[in-house]
């Protein structure tokens, strides 16, 4: 090989040096310790009490739910994301904006303020407590339908407005009529977007830790919650490290099937050929936007009970539990509920100031790794270097946030790595939680830049810094600015991870909800409404941000 | 002076360009001409320094540019679809390398260039609201802008319509001219190349199989299939050849390069075949015709020679199956090895 190339490559290496080693540290240690307590219990190779936990029929039944409850739910988030996918961009038409916003809502609360407001819905004397779904897999799968139908949405919605209309338009010239247009022409063309939303969203419900947690209890769990159970309350590791094995191939190979679905044709590619043209709507369109109407209702019920539950006590209107929010919780009327640890408004400041760490270290992993994995390569041998970085760097995907964090607990806890203690823990496992979804962001804006022109800089006397500045920097500051967004968010609602780092005496927000609706007294349930307002309206103006910004949500999977 | 000393520069392990030597002489614009995928425009991004060589060496007034980074290097290059800045006005396009450099009077050179492409008046348009044309040309002025001492244009024309690109390859040769720019023009059309340049280079296959000017490499194409490539209708050999160059009067070769226009149906008076004159004694039967504005355009099975091309003015009696004599234009053959 030249100079030029072997130059090429260790620059290449050094800009990944930061992010592989950051991942080596605190991904790789902590997965690889927790996997080492079950796979050598007692220092020797032991992979018996690991198939002996697969066994178990408790275990089957985890992992019997989690199969079919995920399977449930991304099919219903589908067959409902599809007529609001069409009817919210494909026709124009006055608050359409509005009601894009609304439905993204869902998906970026957090997952303990999504249990927190379906208990509060389905709960007996709640506003569908007749159905006597409390406690029940169907609320389970319908909370997990809510949270992840604006990710079919979203990801389905803007490969179809980018669709070009052309080939529908020859295929009804040729004698079609709609429905067969749709089935011949328009799904196929939609299926890569499709696929990839449906295997994402069966990645978050297959992992979804909050919402289960809070409202399947110890009664319904999936593989997340159980992995939380055996290593907190039962401290059965083996088992834990069991569970973590499978859910890791599993989401290894549900990754490598979206993977594959992404390398077919996908519609999204071409958008550029043509623009698509804006159109009013139709008589035909009737049908979906009335479907996109109810799904809204469907949508806003628990979140408006959520926000009305806040607001009331046995007596009326109130807003006795937000002025609690800055007590210990402790009132004397209210049954001797053990004081908190923190008032609620320290535990908001925590979460924010955690948050912002969180977010300038992912934004700086996922830059590098960006940069790394879409630059050109100019040899067979870079190109392998890049896919395999680019592998690696999804790895946290494929992880519980659980098994993360509980992984953290039990290698970083002696020197030369001691950080049991460091404020960093906790922000540093929100970062890599979010690693992906910052990358993902990036990936496909820097991506689709031409490389030619940052070459035509270049002959124009621009050097490295200077052509960054010219060509990737007005592109990419947005989705930049969206990532941090994102990354915010995530960071202010995680729960997984969080729950096993943060410590007693400085909890984030999700963690004292959870605390609070474990705790007896209407106090303390009103508190928790009323916290789980307060953090879903702090995310939900982060993400308000971001969608101004106008950058497709999730980028591309 | 720009020199390339047996170049080559090899892509995934397989040669791209091959033991490529040629000289850019000052104020001379050459032009590589070749088929896509012969590793032409390889060789322009070497020159641009955007490829490493292989081996061999790029150099310029006698210094070897190994190592010299793209921007360093003072070679301003135009990519076929003008790679403009979309985000930047059609001013700050031209001005950017001038910003650069921070040179002043920038806004006075810029307006000087935006009148010398013909584009007064687009200072403050953005790049997506301009046509192909006019893309281009603002491509132009921002490469000139930066003074360099190179000019590298990839197919700077092939991606404009017919019109577009006659219009634009005569004002690109006149300011080419006017600002007496060293030019390294690859392309692979030969119409664009005899448009721009005063040397021509051919490659097929990574490799150089002629170079000269451009005359000279048009008169005498190097083997049948550069002067296939150079737009020579066919290539006729052995008998066949002998029987036309004796028709044109020229010496015997074993293989002779035709161009389309090097026989013409001669006037129906002399159908005969009986006639006097350079182009007596070749005379076919008419197989097919094509009338294009300009001129008939006939395929004839000539006698002792087979199927070649032909043309006729518009309104000769040129019907399939008619016998017609035809006149050889010497100048419009070209005998090839010898």
């Given at each position: 090989?030249?100079?030029?190339?072997?130059?090429r490559?260790?620059?290449?290496?050094?800009?990944?040096?930061?992010?592989?080693?950051?991942?080596?540290?605190?991904f790789?240690?902590?997965?690889?310790?927790?996997?080492?307590?079950?796979?050598?219990?007692?220092?020797?190779?032991?992979?018996?009490?690991?198939?002996?936990?697969?066994?178990?029929?408790?275990?089957?039944?985890?992992?019997?739910?989690?199969?079919?409850?995920?399977?449930?739910?991304?099919?219903?988030?589908?067959?409902?994301?599809?007529?609001?996918?069409?009817?919210?961009?494909?026709?124009t038409?006055?608050?359409?904006?509005?009601?894009?916003?609304?439905?993204?809502?869902?998906?970026?609360?957090?997952?303990?303020?999504?249990?927190?407001?379906?208990?509060?819905?389905?709960?007996?004397?709640?506003?569908l407590?007749?159905?006597?779904l409390?406690?029940?897999?169907?609320?389970?799968?319908?909370?997990?339908?809510?949270?992840?139908?604006?990710v079919?949405?979203r990801?389905?919605?803007?490969?179809?407005?980018?669709?070009?209309?052309?080939?529908?338009?020859?295929?009804?010239?040729?004698?079609?009529?709609?429905?067969?247009?749709?089935?011949?022409?328009?799904?196929?063309?939609?299926?890569?977007?499709?696929?990839?939303?449906a295997?994402?969203?069966?990645?978050?419900?297959?992992?979804?830790?909050?919402?289960?947690l809070?409202?399947?209890?110890t009664?319904?769990?999936?593989?997340?919650?159980?992995?939380?159970l055996?290593?907190t309350?039962?401290?059965?590791?083996?088992?834990?490290?069991?569970?973590?094995?499978?859910?890791l191939?599993?989401?290894?190979?549900?990754?490598?099937?979206?993977?594959?679905?992404?390398?077919?044709?996908d519609?999204t590619?071409?958008?550029?050929a043509?623009?698509?043209?804006?159109?009013?709507?139709?008589?035909?369109?009737?049908?979906?936007?009335?479907?996109?109407?109810l799904?809204?209702?469907?949508?806003?019920?628990?979140?408006?009970?959520?926000?009305?539950?806040?607001?009331?006590?046995?007596?009326?209107?109130?807003?006795?539990?937000?002025?609690?929010?800055?007590?210990?919780?402790?009132?004397?009327?209210?049954?001797?509920?053990?004081?908190?640890?923190?008032?609620?408004?320290?535990?908001l400041?925590?979460?924010?100031?955690?948050?912002?760490?969180?977010?300038?270290?992912?934004?700086?992993?996922g830059?590098?790794?960006?940069?790394?994995?879409?630059?050109?390569?100019?040899?067979?041998?870079?190109?392998?270097?890049?896919g395999?970085l680019?592998?690696?760097?999804?790895?946290p995907?494929?992880?519980?946030?659980?098994?993360?964090?509980?992984?953290?607990?039990?290698?970083?806890?002696?020197?030369?790595l001691?950080?049991?203690?460091?404020?960093?823990?906790?922000?540093?496992?929100?970062?890599?939680v979010?690693?992906?979804?910052?990358?993902?962001?990036?990936?496909?804006?820097?991506?689709?830049i031409?490389?030619?022109?940052?070459?035509?800089?270049?002959?124009?006397?621009?050097?490295?810094l200077?052509?960054?500045?010219?060509?990737?920097?007005?592109?990419?500051?947005?989705?930049?600015?969206?990532?941090?967004?994102?990354?915010?968010a995530?960071?202010?609602?995680?729960?997984?991870?969080?729950?096993?780092?943060?410590?007693?005496?400085?909890?984030?927000?999700?963690?004292?909800?959870?605390?609070?609706?474990?705790?007896?007294?209407?106090?303390?349930y009103?508190?928790?409404?009323?916290?789980?307002?307060?953090?879903?309206?702090?995310?939900?103006?982060?993400?308000l941000?971001?969608?101004?910004?106008?950058?497709?949500?999730?980028?591309?999977? | 002076?720009?020199t390339?000393?047996?170049?080559?520069?090899?892509?995934?392990?397989t040669?791209?360009?091959?033991?490529?030597?040629?000289?850019?002489?000052d104020?001379s614009?050459?032009a590589?001409?070749?088929?896509?995928?012969?590793g032409k425009?390889?060789?322009?991004?070497?020159?641009?320094?955007?490829?490493?060589?292989?081996?061999?060496?790029?150099?310029?007034?006698?210094?070897?540019?190994?190592?010299?980074?793209?921007?360093?290097?003072?070679?301003?290059?135009?990519?076929?679809?003008?790679?403009?800045?979309?985000?930047?006005?059609?001013?700050?396009?031209?001005?950017?390398a001038?910003?650069?450099?921070?040179?002043?009077?920038?806004?006075?050179?810029?307006?000087?260039?935006?009148?010398?492409?013909?584009?007064?008046g687009?200072?403050?348009?953005?790049?997506?609201?301009?046509?192909?044309?006019?893309?281009?040309?603002?491509?132009?002025?921002?490469?000139?802008?930066?003074?360099?001492?190179?000019?590298?244009?990839?197919?700077?024309?092939?991606?404009?319509?017919?019109?577009?690109?006659?219009?634009?390859?005569?004002?690109?040769?006149?300011?080419?001219?006017?600002?007496?720019t060293?030019?390294?023009?690859?392309?692979?059309?030969?119409?664009?190349?005899?448009?721009?340049?005063?040397?021509?280079?051919?490659?097929?296959?990574?490799?150089?199989?002629?170079?000269?000017a451009?005359a000279?490499?048009?008169?005498?194409?190097?083997?049948?299939?550069?002067a296939?490539?150079?737009g020579?209708?066919?290539?006729?050999?052995?008998?066949?050849?002998?029987?036309?160059?004796?028709?044109?009067?020229?010496?015997?070769?074993?293989s002779?390069?035709?161009?389309?226009?090097?026989?013409?149906?001669?006037?129906p008076?002399?159908?005969?075949?009986?006639?006097?004159?350079?182009?007596?004694?070749?005379?076919?039967?008419?197989?097919?015709?094509?009338?294009?504005?300009?001129?008939?355009?006939l395929?004839?099975?000539?006698?002792?020679?087979?199927?070649?091309?032909?043309?006729?003015?518009?309104?000769?009696?040129?019907?399939?199956?008619?016998?017609?004599?035809?006149?050889?234009?010497?100048?419009?053959?070209?005998?090839?090895?010898?």
């Amino acid at each position: 090989m030249t100079r030029t190339s072997t130059g090429r490559t260790a620059a290449l290496l050094g800009l990944a040096a930061l992010p592989v080693g950051v991942l080596a540290v605190f991904f790789v240690l902590p997965v690889a310790g927790m996997l080492e307590r079950g796979l050598w219990p007692e220092g020797g190779f032991d992979p018996g009490a690991v198939l002996d936990v697969l066994a178990r029929p408790r275990v089957h039944r985890v992992l019997w739910f989690t199969l079919w409850s995920s399977t449930t739910a991304t099919a219903l988030a589908v067959v409902l994301g599809l007529p609001a996918a069409y009817a919210l961009y494909r026709p124009t038409y006055p608050l359409r904006g509005l009601v894009r916003g609304l439905l993204l809502v869902p998906f970026v609360l957090p997952t303990v303020v999504v249990g927190v407001a379906f208990r509060q819905l389905l709960r007996d004397g709640g506003p569908l407590g007749f159905l006597g779904l409390d406690g029940t897999p169907a609320g389970i799968v319908t909370a997990l339908v809510f949270f992840n139908v604006a990710v079919v949405i979203r990801t389905v919605g803007s490969a179809w407005e980018g669709l070009d209309r052309r080939p529908a338009e020859a295929a009804a010239a040729l004698g079609a009529s709609p429905v067969t247009v749709f089935r011949t022409v328009t799904l196929p063309a939609l299926r890569p977007a499709v696929v990839s939303a449906a295997s994402v969203v069966f990645l978050f419900c297959a992992t979804a830790f909050g919402v289960v947690l809070t409202l399947g209890g110890t009664r319904y769990a999936s593989v997340e919650t159980e992995i939380y159970l055996l290593t907190t309350d039962l401290l059965d590791l083996p088992a834990a490290a069991a569970l973590s094995i499978v859910q890791l191939v599993v989401v290894v190979g549900l990754l490598l099937v979206a993977g594959r679905a992404r390398r077919v044709p996908d519609p999204t590619v071409a958008r550029h050929a043509t623009t698509a043209r804006p159109r009013g709507v139709r008589r035909g369109d009737v049908p979906a936007l009335a479907a996109t109407v109810l799904l809204l209702v469907a949508v806003a019920t628990p979140i408006l009970t959520l926000v009305l539950g806040s607001l009331r006590d046995d007596r009326g209107w109130t807003l006795r539990f937000y002025r609690a929010l800055a007590g210990d919780g402790a009132t004397g009327t209210d049954g001797g509920a053990p004081r908190l640890v923190v008032p609620v408004t320290e535990a908001l400041v925590n979460s924010l100031r955690v948050a912002v760490d969180a977010t300038w270290m992912s934004l700086l992993l996922g830059m590098l790794v960006a940069v790394v994995v879409t630059r050109r390569s100019r040899s067979r041998a870079e190109r392998r270097l890049r896919g395999v970085l680019d592998g690696f760097f999804m790895l946290p995907l494929g992880v519980s946030a659980v098994t993360l964090g509980f992984g953290f607990l039990i290698t970083l806890d002696e020197p030369p790595l001691d950080l049991r203690d460091s404020a960093l823990l906790v922000p540093i496992a929100q970062a890599l939680v979010a690693l992906p979804l910052v990358v993902r962001t990036l990936v496909p804006v820097l991506a689709g830049i031409d490389d030619r022109q940052r070459q035509a800089a270049a002959s124009l006397g621009a050097g490295a810094l200077r052509t960054l500045a010219t060509v990737d920097l007005p592109v990419v500051w947005k989705p930049l600015l969206a990532a941090a967004g994102f990354a915010f968010a995530v960071s202010l609602g995680e729960f997984g991870a969080t729950s096993f780092l943060a410590r007693e005496d400085h909890p984030t927000l999700p963690i004292v909800i959870f605390r609070l609706i474990g705790r007896p007294g209407e106090l303390s349930y009103g508190m928790a409404l009323a916290a789980s307002v307060v953090l879903a309206a702090t995310t939900a103006l982060v993400l308000l941000a971001v969608e101004r910004l106008r950058v497709p949500a999730l980028g591309a999977w | 002076m720009l020199t390339l000393d047996h170049l080559t520069v090899a892509y995934d392990g397989t040669d791209a360009v091959r033991d490529a030597s040629l000289v850019v002489p000052d104020g001379s614009v050459v032009a590589v001409l070749g088929p896509s995928g012969c590793g032409k425009s390889t060789l322009l991004r070497a020159v641009a320094g955007l490829e490493p060589p292989t081996s061999g060496t790029i150099s310029w007034d006698g210094a070897d540019l190994a190592g010299v980074p793209t921007h360093r290097r003072r070679f301003a290059m135009m990519f076929q679809d003008g790679q403009l800045f979309g985000h930047l006005t059609v001013a700050r396009n031209v001005g950017y390398a001038l910003r650069l450099r921070r040179t002043p009077d920038a806004a006075a050179r810029v307006a000087d260039l935006l009148g010398l492409v013909g584009l007064d008046g687009y200072a403050d348009r953005l790049p997506g609201t301009l046509s192909g044309g006019e893309r281009q040309r603002v491509a132009l002025a921002r490469s000139l802008a930066a003074d360099p001492r190179l000019l590298l244009l990839d197919e700077p024309l092939s991606a404009l319509d017919a019109g577009m690109r006659e219009r634009l390859a005569g004002d690109l040769d006149r300011i080419l001219r006017a600002a007496g720019t060293t030019t390294l023009v690859v392309t692979h059309d030969q119409e664009e190349a005899f448009a721009l340049a005063d040397r021509l280079v051919v490659m097929r296959d990574g490799v150089i199989v002629q170079q000269g000017a451009i005359a000279d490499v048009w008169a005498a194409p190097a083997d049948a299939a550069t002067a296939l490539f150079l737009g020579y209708a066919r290539v006729l050999d052995g008998a066949a050849a002998a029987t036309v160059l004796r028709a044109a009067g020229l010496p015997a070769s074993s293989s002779v390069a035709v161009r389309r226009s090097a026989l013409t149906v001669a006037e129906p008076s002399v159908t005969d075949g009986g006639a006097s004159g350079v182009g007596a004694g070749l005379v076919g039967v008419v197989r097919s015709t094509r009338a294009t504005p300009d001129q008939v355009r006939l395929v004839v099975d000539v006698d002792g020679v087979g199927e070649v091309d032909a043309v006729a003015t518009p309104g000769a009696p040129t019907a399939p199956g008619e016998r017609v004599a035809l006149a050889v234009e010497p100048a419009r053959l070209a005998p090839i090895g010898g």
